[in-house]
């Protein structure tokens, strides 16, 4: 192992790697330590193993931070068309499987060799099972202890991800590294993540375990119109992922299951035009004929539409376009895919991403107060911090 590299970056994710391979190519002597006994271990679980390594599509608007201007620098430098670019450059097969959404037609092993590789091309050294026990300056750089020995270096870049999914070995250290220099950690809380149900609700939705239907959800100002996916302990799929960015305990969601379609009125039209066909027969013309059997066993009310009053045909529309739903909670870490919250990123250059006065030290990736929304953002802004740093150091 390289003693005195110009730079270490502990962690062998995505913003990790990506960074190593930039400065690398920059003539920097680089290693990569993680603690891990494999790199880029979340990118191959991710996207059900296909990972969704940029959407097309971002922008500044698609992440959340309390330092909202932070992102735009970085991203604005490194765009989806040149990690796209770098990826064909190797022969990746991407397919775009909803609007803007890359994913690797095979398997995401391949994205990750693509990264080893360039890394490998680029001189970086990489030192798995490595763990770092202390940090600290010394002269112009920085010392490690790690369990491979003590290593000098002259930058350190901390790119350890956040605390999402700790069986794929998400820790907090890199928010500790923060404090311990005096850096603030913004609350972090679990992200694309699925929501847990009430025992009520719990078992109506284990009922209907593996149905999919597109909604519009909306809470504290976030909306989104994608698939609600019942399970077996509560709700998942594209929209509640999406909309748990804005939830916090003890909220409501506010679910549309007809979305562009006014319940009442149709409803309306329904009893004049078809005044025999039942409230359930009309329900199954609409949603998936599980979830239409449940809404009428829920709420026991299925009679022919001409004997349904105005008032009555009211609660179904509401039902329909605004049922308010209370999670118990999230399923948390184990399931979530990004933690929200982080490193304060006011403490740091947003060209460069040293800490301001310390530019010996720098903060990458998720570990970061700048989290996405579902659809390859995260993975774009892994690419765009690493590079911005790499090019920097």
């Given at each position: 192992?390289?003693?005195?590299?110009?730079?270490?970056?502990?962690?062998?994710?995505?913003?990790?790697?990506?960074?190593?391979?930039?400065?690398?190519?920059?003539?920097?002597?680089?290693?990569?330590?993680?603690?891990?006994?494999?790199?880029?271990?979340?990118?191959?679980?991710?996207?059900?193993?296909?990972?969704?390594?940029?959407?097309?599509?971002?922008?500044?608007?698609?992440?959340?931070?309390?330092?909202?201007?932070?992102?735009?620098?970085?991203?604005?430098?490194?765009?989806?068309?040149?990690?796209?670019?770098?990826?064909?450059?190797?022969?990746?097969?991407?397919?775009?499987?909803?609007?803007?959404?890359?994913?690797?037609a095979g398997s995401a092993k391949d994205l990750l060799a693509i990264l080893l590789t360039e890394c490998d091309w680029a001189g970086v050294e990489i030192s798995l099972k490595t763990s770092v026990s202390a940090l600290e300056p010394r002269g112009e750089g920085l010392r490690l202890a790690t369990s491979r020995g003590r290593i000098d270096a002259g930058a350190v870049v901390v790119a350890t991800g956040g605390l999402s999914i700790p069986t794929m070995g998400a820790t907090g250290f890199g928010y500790d590294i923060a404090r311990q220099f005096g850096l603030s950690v913004t609350d972090t809380r679990a992200a694309l993540v699925p929501f847990t149900l009430t025992s009520r609700w719990k078992a109506r939705a284990e009922a209907l375990s593996g149905l999919s239907h597109e909604v519009a959800v909306r809470c504290r100002g976030g909306a989104y119109r994608e698939p609600l996916l019942f399970t077996h302990r509560g709700l998942s799929g594209p929209a509640m992922l999406q909309i748990s960015s804005h939830w916090r305990p003890g909220d409501s969601l506010a679910i549309d299951l007809l979305p562009g379609v006014d319940a009442f009125e149709a409803l309306v039209a329904a009893r004049r035009e078809a005044p025999r066909r039942r409230v359930s027969t009309w329900l199954g013309e609409r949603l998936p004929r599980r979830l239409a059997q449940a809404l009428v066993e829920w709420h026991g009310d299925d009679g022919p539409l001409a004997e349904c009053s105005n008032a009555e045909l009211e609660a179904w529309a509401g039902r329909l376009n605004a049922w308010r739903l209370k999670p118990a909670g999230t399923e948390g870490w184990r399931t979530a895919e990004v933690t929200l919250g982080g490193v304060d990123t006011h403490a740091l250059s947003s060209k460069t991403f040293e800490v301001k006065g310390l530019p010996q030290l720098r903060f990458i990736g998720e570990v970061l107060d700048v989290t996405g929304e579902l659809g390859g953002y995260n993975f774009q802004w892994a690419w765009a911090s690493g590079v911005a740093c790499g090019l920097a150091l």
């Amino acid at each position: 192992m390289n003693s005195q590299p110009d730079v270490v970056v502990i962690g062998a994710g995505a913003a990790g790697l990506m960074c190593a391979l930039t400065a690398g190519y920059a003539g920097r002597r680089v290693l990569v330590i993680d603690h891990a006994n494999k790199a880029g271990k979340k990118i191959l679980m991710s996207g059900g193993g296909r990972c969704n390594f940029t959407n097309l599509a971002t922008t500044p608007a698609n992440f959340f931070s309390d330092n909202p201007h932070f992102c735009i620098s970085a991203l604005k430098r490194y765009r989806p068309e040149h990690f796209v670019e770098l990826v064909e450059r190797h022969g990746l097969e991407h397919v775009e499987k909803a609007p803007g959404q890359l994913f690797c037609a095979g398997s995401a092993k391949d994205l990750l060799a693509i990264l080893l590789t360039e890394c490998d091309w680029a001189g970086v050294e990489i030192s798995l099972k490595t763990s770092v026990s202390a940090l600290e300056p010394r002269g112009e750089g920085l010392r490690l202890a790690t369990s491979r020995g003590r290593i000098d270096a002259g930058a350190v870049v901390v790119a350890t991800g956040g605390l999402s999914i700790p069986t794929m070995g998400a820790t907090g250290f890199g928010y500790d590294i923060a404090r311990q220099f005096g850096l603030s950690v913004t609350d972090t809380r679990a992200a694309l993540v699925p929501f847990t149900l009430t025992s009520r609700w719990k078992a109506r939705a284990e009922a209907l375990s593996g149905l999919s239907h597109e909604v519009a959800v909306r809470c504290r100002g976030g909306a989104y119109r994608e698939p609600l996916l019942f399970t077996h302990r509560g709700l998942s799929g594209p929209a509640m992922l999406q909309i748990s960015s804005h939830w916090r305990p003890g909220d409501s969601l506010a679910i549309d299951l007809l979305p562009g379609v006014d319940a009442f009125e149709a409803l309306v039209a329904a009893r004049r035009e078809a005044p025999r066909r039942r409230v359930s027969t009309w329900l199954g013309e609409r949603l998936p004929r599980r979830l239409a059997q449940a809404l009428v066993e829920w709420h026991g009310d299925d009679g022919p539409l001409a004997e349904c009053s105005n008032a009555e045909l009211e609660a179904w529309a509401g039902r329909l376009n605004a049922w308010r739903l209370k999670p118990a909670g999230t399923e948390g870490w184990r399931t979530a895919e990004v933690t929200l919250g982080g490193v304060d990123t006011h403490a740091l250059s947003s060209k460069t991403f040293e800490v301001k006065g310390l530019p010996q030290l720098r903060f990458i990736g998720e570990v970061l107060d700048v989290t996405g929304e579902l659809g390859g953002y995260n993975f774009q802004w892994a690419w765009a911090s690493g590079v911005a740093c790499g090019l920097a150091l």
